[in-house]
């Protein structure tokens, strides 16, 4: 299939071909019909992606203190490729979109095949979106209509938030498509509206909505102009007080002085809602001296970025969360039904999707207000494997599927495996489109979103999972069943009976299931290794000064993530059983807190070795950037190593060795490049099953 996206490298809008998503459960697979190209926000991140470097730089100056944070604890080199390898990635346009249920993803409710749907999916032949960012299409509403839907409920959202009853007088500043939907709506609620903008055109079909126009830049003054329209009655008598009674902004600008002319326009306890972007360098005596109210509109509506409700499909309770996102959704379709909501007149022109190009290339002349994107009406297969190379010739001794194109996967996992000469015949990934721009980019013949696929191609020797932690268990398992060796990236499950689960199938299995505990193929820990007698005790100590991560992340949803002791802590679990040489036999886990969560991110564990060692892992999440983010303490029989942060190695009471130094190294090419031997020559996995489900139990805080 064909998608619109950004190339934010080179700066082009283009049309990429991708394979078709998988329908998942919760979701809905719906082939198109149209999309509607927002010029406000389509605008901003093609301009963006057309800008120079030092334009960007000043337009994400929160984005710089994350890179120079990175530097600080990770170097130059890698901060770097991070940086240009998320530059590299396209961005996926669009999140207008209307077509035809074609599949119907398990657990979903209210829709059927061959619904017509509205969804916030982006400019693509086919999408797969979430049941909760779909809503039905009425009878009597046009697809064309229905297009504007979810431009609409982000208008609507605002004005949820901006209270009217009827009667009132409010202005709209900035007469987009959102600021002309919204205006209409406000209109269909009983108020007298104000329009500001710019655009003659734009005036004009705001007046034949029934909106008073103030076109801004005229010279005229728009403050008195607010105050005559706001209430002529109160204003025929004297009132002082006259204003509108609130404003809503759908602009966008470089400054606040959008925000102080609504403020001074108001009267006393009016209200703003912010729904575009404008500075916020907000003047306190704008609103302290009329107490008006400031708020910023989210999008669609409650339950926008909120995983549960948008991804996992879990609704809030209307009795106490009335309007969601998508309900919003079919209250703008409610309103176009009932003819109180007209986009017709909005639409500028009509195009082909095949042409979209000519669309993004008057993306900036603002005399164009929306464009339509129209699919084929019969439209080529769902086909779910996408060939990039015609001449693919199949290796001799088997080829990996990787599964997952995520951040990992691209910075780390393939570019180690190409230079390990590892034989990558599929990338799979969700929607296809990362995994199509990685699989161009590292030379793989097959991009696809079908896992099965993957399962059923004999010449897939090897599967490496590299997706998010809940699915990994799943993966691991079908692949197992299908006779595959499995590399998994940690953790190999994030529950108990996962891990009984695998370990039963690795009993009736040939195959061989590995981790990416990849601490253990470090060069300073195998330096380590070398320096360590074997069969002397050892007391260990590992720290892992992980950093603050936000705690609406994925990582800490115990159903996608399993927690960040489960998710990380286990590298260093692993490296102190791999130092000893012996599994571990207990473990206890002491959670920062008086009440801590399962899934609290900063505790002690304490290990016990069954030859006897005894360790400790402190992983932390409450430390200091500046400080290393791993360090390890070795001590045994009047001799102690201690290793800083990957980089250097100091030893004491060792004969000959003081010191060894390296660039940072966690040692993943070097398992990356064992894990090829492995596949083309044979010999013994990685690590052990029992050394692998030895760590797996111990960070689940249970016996071993």
Not at 59 to 68: C, N, S
Request: overall charge neutral.
């Amino acid at each position: 299939m064909l998608q619109v996206v950004q190339d934010l490298k080179q700066g082009k809008t283009r049309l990429e071909e991708v394979p078709v998503p998988v329908v998942r459960p919760g979701h809905l697979l719906i082939r198109a019909r149209y999309s509607l190209v927002s010029a406000g926000t389509e605008r901003m991140l093609v301009e963006f992606g057309k800008a120079g470097w030092l334009s960007r730089i000043r337009q994400q100056p929160e984005k710089v203190q994350m890179v120079l944070d990175k530097i600080k604890a990770e170097g130059l080199r890698p901060t770097l490729e991070a940086v240009f390898a998320k530059l590299g990635q396209p961005m996926p346009l669009g999140y207008c979109h209307v077509g035809v249920v074609e599949e119907v993803g398990e657990g979903v409710r209210g829709f059927s095949v061959g619904d017509r749907v509205v969804s916030n999916g982006p400019h693509a032949e086919w999408v797969c979106v979430p049941e909760n960012l779909a809503a039905r299409i009425p009878e009597g509403v046009d697809d064309k209509d229905a297009a504007f839907t979810v431009l609409g409920a982000i208008g609507l959202q605002g004005i949820r938030l901006l209270n009217p009853t009827l009667g009132e007088t409010f202005c709209v500043m900035g007469l987009g498509l959102i600021g002309l939907l919204t205006a209409e709506l406000l209109l269909a609620n009983g108020c007298r509206v104000i329009g500001v903008d710019p655009e003659p055109e734009r005036l004009k079909l705001a007046e034949a909505m029934g909106v008073i126009p103030f076109r801004a830049g005229s010279g005229e003054d728009v403050l008195a102009f607010a105050e005559r329209h706001s209430s002529p009655f109160a204003a025929a008598q004297g009132h002082r007080d006259a204003g509108v009674d609130g404003v809503i902004i759908t602009a966008s600008a470089k400054n606040d002085e959008i925000v102080h002319q609504s403020a001074q326009m108001c009267r006393k306890r009016g209200r703003i809602v912010l729904v575009g972007v404008v500075d916020l360098n907000l003047r306190r005596s704008d609103f302290y001296e009329k107490e008006l109210s400031f708020q910023v509109s989210c999008s669609y509506g409650p339950g926008r970025y909120d995983e549960d409700y948008e991804l996992r499909g879990r609704d809030y309770p209307l009795p106490y969360v009335r309007w969601t996102e998508k309900r919003n959704f079919e209250a703008v379709l409610q309103m176009m039904q009932a003819g109180k909501l007209n986009p017709a007149p909005l639409v500028s022109q009509i195009v082909p999707f095949g042409k979209c190009e000519q669309v993004y290339e008057r993306i900036s002349d603002r005399k164009v207000l929306a464009s339509l994107l129209e699919y084929s009406s019969e439209p080529a297969p769902a086909q779910h494997s996408l060939r990039l190379k015609a001449n693919y010739i199949a290796p001799p001794g088997g080829a990996c599927a990787v599964v997952g194109a995520g951040n990992f996967s691209s910075r780390v996992i393939l570019p180690l495996l190409k230079k390990a000469g590892m034989p990558v015949k599929h990338l799979i990934s969700a929607a296809g489109l990362s995994g199509t721009h990685l699989a161009k980019k590292f030379d793989i013949p097959f991009s696809g979103t079908d896992y099965e696929a993957v399962l059923q191609d004999p010449e897939v020797k090897l599967v490496v999972v590299a997706t998010r932690h809940h699915l990994h268990a799943p993966m691991a398992a079908a692949a197992l069943r299908a006779g595959k060796h499995v590399f998994v990236e940690k953790p190999p499950a994030i529950r108990l009976e996962e891990v009984e689960m695998l370990e039963k199938l690795l009993q009736e299995s040939p195959s061989a299931l590995m981790v990416g505990y990849n601490r253990r193929f470090a060069p300073l820990v195998q330096k380590m290794k070398e320096l360590l007698p074997a069969a002397s005790p050892k007391t260990m100590v590992a720290v892992m000064n992980a950093g603050y991560i936000p705690p609406d992340s994925w990582v800490h949803d115990m159903e996608q993530g399993g927690g960040r002791i489960v998710g990380e802590a286990c590298h260093l679990m692993d490296l102190l059983q791999y130092l000893s040489g012996s599994l571990i036999a207990e473990v206890h886990i002491d959670r920062l807190g008086r009440h801590p969560a399962p899934n609290t991110d900063s505790a002690s564990i304490s290990l016990k070795f069954a030859n006897g060692d005894i360790g400790s892992v402190h992983y932390f999440s409450t430390g200091s950037k500046a400080y290393s983010k791993e360090r390890v303490e070795v001590h045994s029989e009047g001799k102690t190593l201690i290793l800083d942060n990957f980089r250097k190695l100091h030893g004491y009471g060792f004969k000959g060795f003081r010191s060894a130094s390296s660039r940072l190294d966690k040692g993943h090419a070097e398992q990356f490049r064992r894990l090829t031997e492995f596949l083309l020559k044979g010999g013994e996995p990685l690590m052990s099953a029992e050394e692998i489900f030895a760590v797996s139990r111990a960070s689940f805080g249970g016996k071993t």
